[in-house]
Structure formats: structure tokens, C-alpha cells
């Protein structure tokens, strides 16, 4: 089964990224609320993919991708960002994010991104 990290700093797009997850045979195996959290869960939960807002406090998702980045080359990111990001996405995907999605959630998008971060 693939485990993912879904990180948001809002608590109710948590629950709806890990609604469709789970209702599609993904393991959510941890969440974090800020990109610190991330960078901490990845190291200690190594899951398959994460799903990253951008926009979060104590370390935004660009900061967090880049630090994940560094010390797992391989990891599989995809971005989350609210409509209007577009400069932040672009930032995102040269940081070495794999995908984006943008809010409100599409289950179709979010597992076409999850799909295409796998390959």
C-alpha cells in the first residue's frame, strides 16, 4: 500500500485530502500542520508521497520541499495551493515538487498527481 504525509495548516483540508486518500487504497500515515512538522514526519515516517500546501506558518511548503529534498532526493512531493499561486507552484516544481493540485480539492486531480508522482 502507498503511505502518504498530507501536510496543511488547515485542519478541514487534512481531513478532506485524507478522505480521498484513504477511499482510494492510500495509507495516510501522518499529517502536519506547518513545514517543520513535515520535514520532521518525513524523516521519521519515510512515506511514499507527500502532499504539501505552500502556504503554511513557521515554514512555508517551498522551504519544507527543499529541505525534504536534501536529504531524500527521491522523495515524492505534490503541491497544494490555493487558486492565484501560480508563481509559488513554479517555485514548487523548480524545488523538485512532482505535481500540484490546486484548492478546492478535485478527488479526480488528486489521484491523477499521485499517479503521476509514482511513475
Do not use: W
Amino acid at each position: 500500500m502507498v503511505t502518504v504525509l498530507v501536510v496543511d495548516d488547515a485542519g478541514f483540508m487534512r481531513l478532506v485530502m485524507k478522505d480521498i486518500l484513504e477511499k482510494n487504497g492510500y495509507e495516510v500515515v501522518g499529517e502536519a500542520e506547518n513545514g517543520a512538522e513535515a520535514v520532521e514526519q518525513y524523516t521519521r515516517l519515510k512515506p511514499d508521497i507527500v502532499t504539501m500546501d505552500i502556504t503554511m506558518p513557521v515554514m512555508d511548503g517551498i522551504e519544507a520541499v527543499q529541505h525534504i529534498r536534501e536529504s531524500d532526493p527521491g522523495a515524492r512531493i505534490i503541491m497544494c495551493s490555493a487558486m492565484g499561486q501560480q508563481q509559488m507552484v513554479v517555485k514548487a516544481i523548480r524545488a523538485g515538487a512532482k505535481d500540484f493540485v490546486v484548492k478546492p480539492f478535485h478527488r479526480e486531480r488528486v489521484l491523477k498527481a499521485l499517479e503521476n508522482a509514482l511513475v
